[in-house]
Structures are given as C-alpha cells and as structure tokens.
C-alpha cells in the first residue's frame, strides 16, 4: 500500500532487518508444560514408550508421512499424512503457536504419531493422530495421551478435536461419546468440520478409563532408563 506522508520526513526509506520481522510472524511460547515420558504394555505384550519428537526425528517423520501423499487414500491417510507434513513444517518453521509433538516407539521403532497445540490456557487443539503400526490401538492411545497431557499436565479447560477418517470418528468421537457444539457457528481450525470436544468435567468423568477399556493398562509414568536409552535413536518402520 502506498499513502503520502502527511508530514516532511528525513529518511524516505526506513528498512528493518529480518530479526526485527521475525517476531512478528514467529509464535512466542507462551503456555507450555513440558509432557513426560510415559509406557504401556500393548496386547502383543510389547512396550510402547510415548514420548515427545526430537527435533533430529522431524526429517525422517517428513520424508514417511509425505509418502502417503501419493500412495495412501486408504484409510484417509493421504489428508492426515499431507496435514500433519504441514503441522511439522510449522512447528519446524516456528509457525504454530504452542505445538506439542508425540510419537510412540517400539524397541527403537516409530509406530505412531500424535500432535495437538496449546491455543490458550484453557482451550488446546487436538490436531492429528496416525498409527504407523496397525492392529495394536497404538493410535487410539497416543489421542489419549494427548487428553491427558491437556487436562492433567497443561490444566487446560477443553480439548477440540475433528476427525477425517473413520477410524478416527469410531476410535474418539465415538469411542469417547464426544459431545460436539452446534454446526456451523462452531468450526475446528482444520478446514472448518465440525467441533467435538471433552472438557475438564467430562473428561474426569468418563473418559478417565478409555485406554484402561481399550488397551487393558494404563499409561505409566515409571519409566525406566533403559526403556528411555532403548527408544533414544529412533527408526521409521
Ligand atoms: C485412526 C488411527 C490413528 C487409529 O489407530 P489405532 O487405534 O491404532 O487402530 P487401527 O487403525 O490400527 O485399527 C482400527 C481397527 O481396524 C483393525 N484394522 C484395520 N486395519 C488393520 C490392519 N492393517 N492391520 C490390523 N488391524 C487393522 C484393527 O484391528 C482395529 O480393530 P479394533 O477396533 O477391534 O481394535 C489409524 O487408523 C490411522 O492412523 N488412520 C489414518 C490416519 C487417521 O485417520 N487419523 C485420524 C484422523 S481423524
């Protein structure tokens, strides 16, 4: 946009240094707990370590989810897969406020992902969830885990999620009986489908047992070293 000045100026031109619009388009961190590594045995009898993503894991993450771009209608692993490529570039880029990145590892092995950001302290955005490995409801608790570290690590007051596949529509909405707010006036962040939520209330009063229902254990925050020095130079599958 161009407007003439309303007054005599000494400089015509004033320029900035890219550090200097950097924190203008960069998201400061404002409301981040850090989450805990955390273990649960799955029904094959393996270990499944959750914990955040290194930054060095970020490439290989890429390079795996950009391949079900082309190759992966099934299961709408091409949308999630094109997303959460989108979602790790904004966190790598310094694009997203308040990101929170999980994967879920095996004896060294990525078998799931899961990601979410804080919006504010009482609202956090359950973004994407995909299972690497099927069969063992790898997936169905890493979303748990996301819930847990909203409302029992973060405090915060609502988790808002929406779901593209129907996987994911059977495993949460569903298998959580997620109540949803009025359609359209409430909207998720991801392209507008509808809001399904757990709150503070109902989470302690429902959905508190799911991974107990649906893996048979409970996530453990024990974790020994040896599990943490295991899973501490990961691998895709
Ligand atoms: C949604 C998702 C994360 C759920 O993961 P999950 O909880 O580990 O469950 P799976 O997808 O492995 O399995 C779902 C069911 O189908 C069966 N199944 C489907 N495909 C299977 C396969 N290739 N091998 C074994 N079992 C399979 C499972 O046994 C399971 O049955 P159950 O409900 O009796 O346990 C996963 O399906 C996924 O990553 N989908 C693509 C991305 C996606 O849709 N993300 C969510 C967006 S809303």
Known sequence: MYKESPVEVS???ITFKVEELEPFLSAPQLDMATPKPCKIELKDGSTMLIREV???EIPMLLDYVKKFMETGAKDFYDIVGA???AELLGYLRNRLKDPYLFVGAIDGEIVGFANGRV???DLNISLHTMAFKRGLRIGATLYYRKLVYA???????EVWSTFESYNGLKRWGIGMAQPSYP???YQHELGGARVFYVDQQYWNAAVKDYVKEMVGN????DVEDELLEKNEELVMP
């Open 11 to 13: 400089q015509k031109e």
């Open 151 to 157: 409302f029992e690590e973060q405090k915060n007051q």
């Open 83 to 85: 997303r959460i490529y």
């Open 218 to 221: 409970e996530l453990d925050y």
């Open 119 to 121: 919006r504010d302290k």
């Open 54 to 56: 290194k930054d060095k």
């Open 183 to 185: 359609y359209p006036e």
